[in-house]
């Protein structure tokens, strides 16, 4: 009587069927996972904190998203070295400033749930020029002073002072969560 081998054709097709079948299922949990990943990065938002024209009567300090998606605003905390914390920028420059000195800006703030859509801008302060007051119709008095290079160099340095620190945590549409601060290059992703 011959003896029949253990390897016959029928549980080498049915091997190579699981085989093939378990590559596929490799194959598709990394493709979804490349998806999601690409699904991710086509709503990334990017925000950095910016000096513009600095050294210049038109110096602005400005958030831009440079990324392609847009940007929600989880928190904005602004801290001095003397353990002050302000809600906003403005706050922060208005105390500094005090009121022996005067510099006219324009400001925006910013709050909890603000959208900043990619590729925008937006002006935190501003230093006002002869331009925008012209442009925005303003009336000017005695008391308002004229922006001059100094007061802008003024402005500069109070928000590029190295005691004030300002953290922006903001998320993307997807829930994934960024902060950006005025010492750090980059966003860091809050895990």
Do not use: C
Not at 58 to 78: D, M
Not at 112 to 118: D, E, K, R, Y
Request: charge should be negative; aromatic fraction near 10%; proline fraction near 2%.
């Amino acid at each position: 009587m011959m003896r029949k081998g253990f390897w016959n054709i029928e549980k080498i097709v049915g091997l190579t069927a699981l085989m093939v079948s378990l590559l596929t299922l490799i194959v598709f949990v990394y493709q979804t996972n490349l998806l999601r990943k690409q699904q991710y990065m086509s709503a990334y938002p990017h925000l950095s904190l910016m000096n513009e024209k600095s050294g210049t009567i038109q110096y602005s300090f400005s958030l831009s998203n440079h990324g392609v998606g847009p940007a929600f605003i989880e928190s904005v905390k602004v801290s001095a070295s003397n353990d002050m914390v302000y809600d906003d920028i403005i706050h922060y420059v208005e105390k500094t400033i005090g009121k022996q000195d005067s510099i006219n800006y324009v400001y925006s703030n910013l709050w909890v749930g603000q959208l900043i859509p990619a590729n925008e801008k937006i002006n935190l302060i501003q230093l006002l020029d002869e331009n925008m007051i012209k442009d925005w119709g303003l009336v000017t008095t005695e008391k308002t002073t004229k922006s001059t290079l100094d007061r802008a160099n003024k402005l500069y340095q109070i928000l590029n002072d190295n005691e004030m620190d300002i953290e922006i945590i903001y998320s993307s549409v997807y829930g994934e969560k960024w902060s950006i601060g005025n010492h750090s290059n980059a966003p860091k992703k809050i895990e």
